[in-house]
T-cell receptor, first 114, second 108 residues
């Protein structure tokens, strides 16, 4: 158990719909990363937040948005869903220590768009 | 464009047969190189972060090394429980770019 929690574990929805994925980082971790993993694209970086502020954007579609709240949990909003958005969505929190940055991944949310 | 290439795609070893996995990269301004292992249906598990050429880190049967163009993950005397997909990722300017992974199978 990494200490990072994600809800829901599974989500089935229809094309055109909107969903929200939630991530709670490990206690004390200020950084949250969001990733998408699909069979054809592999693991793709979406966005990084640090203490409520957006730090970096990767391959995140305009239909997707995210935010990190004052209590440090984060939400990833996916709208106008398409079949191709079906994937595993992971968040990770990170801490920087003596040996560098360590990222702890959550168990993921499996999204199926029908 | 930044690229991360892992080889081989798949590797089958006998228990105790040591080997190495490769991660080659082309990025501008490498900030860090990460190694993870991932079991099917689960989130990646952090292994190492390397920052500069010549750096090495070890953990149990695993040792990661870094040069200016590639990183190696050496597995010494692997056991069946080491079977997993091993992913590397490079971080540059905040962006994280992953390789496609090496699927390792260790037979008893």
């Amino acid at each position: 158990d990494s200490g990072v929690t994600q809800t829901p574990k599974h989500l089935i929805t229809a094309t055109g719909q909107r969903v929200t994925l939630r991530c709670s980082p490990r206690s004390g971790d200020l950084s949250v990363y969001w990733y998408q993993q699909s069979l054809d694209q592999g693991l793709q970086f979406l966005i990084h937040y640090y203490n409520g502020e957006e730090r970096a954007k990767g391959n995140i579609l305009e239909r997707f948005s995210a935010q990190q709240f004052p209590d440090l949990h984060s939400e990833l909003n996916l709208s106008s869903l398409e079949l191709g958005d079906s994937a595993l969505y992971f968040c990770a929190s990170s801490v920087v220590g003596e040996s560098g940055e360590t990222q702890y991944f959550g168990p993921g949310t499996r999204l199926l768009v029908l | 464009e930044d690229q991360v290439t892992q080889s081989p795609e798949a590797l089958r070893l006998q228990e105790g047969e040591s080997s190495s996995l490769n991660c080659s990269y082309t990025v501008s301004g490498l900030r860090g190189l990460f190694w993870y292992r991932q079991d099917p249906g689960k989130g990646p598990e952090f292994l190492f972060t390397l920052y500069s050429a010549g750096e090495e880190k070890e953990k149990e049967r695993l040792k990661a090394t870094l040069t200016k163009k590639e990183s190696f993950l050496h597995i010494t005397a692997p056991k069946p429980e080491d079977s997993a997909t091993y992913l590397c990722a490079v971080q540059a300017s905040g962006d994280m770019r992953f390789g496609a992974g090496t699927r390792l199978t260790v037979k008893p």
